[in-house]
């Protein structure tokens, strides 16, 4: 008779399950961005914008961005005081607090859940998991940039 496996080691513990979510929705807002810029039907940037790629970039910051994580927390500031940049590094502790928050259901118990927030408080690693969740939409934002610019570079050439 084969040894029965233990069905607890086959479920992601709350850290890995937290770094998967992470990556699929850096992976979504790049989809997202992608979706928008080849939107015919929506106008980013009004034809006579004086800078086409900060008008581009602000609105899919609100579309992209924003508007993803306002869907998991009202936490979040809704405007950019400096760059996009500024606002993500701000605004990382309030979307990992929402994820820590929403990473219950039946893969992960609520226990476990719990155990892994204090862990990361006592530990010092909240601050680590912030960082690279801010190191991680920092790297989609400027994917994100580098469509806009792209997609406004080739606006311009068929105008």
């Known amino acids: 008779m084969a040894p029965q496996e233990d069905s607890d080691t086959d479920r992601p513990t709350a850290p890995v399950k937290l770094s998967a979510?992470?990556?699929?929705?850096?992976?979504?807002?790049?989809?997202?961005?992608?979706?928008?810029?080849?939107?015919?039907?929506?106008m980013l940037v009004e034809?006579?914008?004086?800078?086409?790629?900060?008008?581009?970039?602000?609105e899919l910051w609100r579309l992209v961005m924003l508007g993803h994580f306002q869907k998991m927390t009202s936490e979040l500031?809704?405007?950019?005081?400096?760059?996009?940049?500024?606002?993500?590094?701000?605004?990382?502790?309030?979307?990992l607090d929402a994820y820590l928050d929403s990473i219950g259901g039946s893969e992960v118990s609520e226990s476990e859940v719990q155990e892994a927030i204090k862990s990361l408080d006592e530990s010092g690693?909240?601050?680590l998991y912030e960082r690279g969740l801010a190191e991680l939409l920092l790297d989609t934002w400027q994917k994100v940039e580098a469509m806009i610019e792209a997609r406004v570079a080739k606006d311009q050439r068929n105008a």
């Open 77 to 95: 500031e809704d405007y950019i005081e400096h760059d996009v940049e500024t606002w993500i590094e701000a605004n990382a502790p309030s979307i």
């Open 21 to 42: 979510w992470m990556a699929i929705d850096s992976q979504r807002i790049l989809e997202r961005a992608e979706s928008a810029l080849d939107d015919p039907e929506l």
């Open 47 to 58: 034809p006579k914008d004086p800078d086409p790629v900060h008008a581009a970039r602000m």
């Open 125 to 127: 690693m909240r601050h």
